[in-house]
T-cell receptor
Framework: KNQVEQSPQSLIILEGKNCTLQ??????????LRWYKQDTGRGPVSLTI?????NTKSNGRYTATLDADTKQSSLHITASQLSDSASYIC????????????FGKGTKLSVIP | DAGITQSPRHKVTETGTPVTLRCHQT?????MYWYRQDPGHGLRLIHY???????DKGEVSDGYSVSRSKTEDFLLTLESATSSQTSVYFC?????????????FGQGTRLTVV
């Protein structure tokens, strides 16, 4: 069964600090991996999409890494801001012909002053 | 929010009643999806559509039906609502011409079945 596991479940950091969120997946066949940000009461919004051949991709203060050999990804947030408080969801797209996304449960990040 | 509108945004209904949620898009994307989001779970696919009148089941389709009579609208019907269907429902759209095509999500519908 395709699975995406994220850690930690929740995280509290001080404004201005950095943090790293983890994602492990067992999805086959793998097509790409996405990180989404979901603010409370809103739908998920894409941060990055990485294919098998990409190791790192950045979007402003967000940097995602992918190790396709170990099936691990991380999302690093630099110089956190209060507006970074949200759930961050790791999502893997299977390459099985249909556009099927497998979602992790998310990491809830709280940035405090 | 990429031209996706879900309605209603909030609904409270009684057990056993039918409920229909609507997803409307203005992007002309071919694929439309319905997911549910519950505490302790990732988003789970209920049904999806890959064209007008073309739909297929997801992993949690029992108790739900869908219809897509035109490109822009995708309806999700709970045939006889149960308390286990209390959830937040998200519609998503995409046009997967390539695997890196983005998926866009609506704002969600919070459904409470009492």
């Amino acid at each position: 069964k395709n699975q995406v596991e994220q850690s930690p479940q929740s995280l509290i950091i001080l404004e201005g600090k950095n943090c790293t969120l983890q994602c492990n997946y067992t999805v086959s066949p793998f097509s790409n991996l996405r990180w989404y940000k979901q603010d409370t009461g809103r739908g998920p919004v894409s941060l990055t999409i990485m294919t098998f051949s990409e190791n790192t991709k950045s979007n402003g203060r967000y940097t995602a890494t992918l190790d396709a050999d170990t099936k691990q990804s991380s999302l690093h947030i630099t110089a956190s801001q209060l507006s970074d408080s949200a759930s961050y969801i790791c999502v893997v797209l299977t390459g099985a012909g249909s556009y099927q996304l497998t979602f992790g449960k998310g990491t809830k990040l709280s940035v405090i002053p | 929010d990429a031209g996706i509108t879900q309605s209603p945004r909030h609904k409270v209904t009684e057990t056993g009643t039918p409920v229909t949620l609507r997803c409307h898009q203005t992007e002309n994307h071919r694929y439309m999806y319905w997911y549910r989001q519950d505490p302790g779970h990732g988003l789970r696919l209920i049904h999806y559509s890959y064209g007008v009148k073309d739909t297929d089941k997801g992993e949690v389709s029992d108790g739900y039906s869908v219809s897509r009579s035109k490109t822009e609208d995708f309806l999700l019907t709970l045939e006889s609502a149960t308390s286990s269907q209390t959830s937040v429902y998200f519609c998503a759209i995409s046009d997967p011409s390539t695997v890196n095509t983005e998926a866009f999500f609506g704002q969600g519908t919070r459904l409470t079945v009492v």
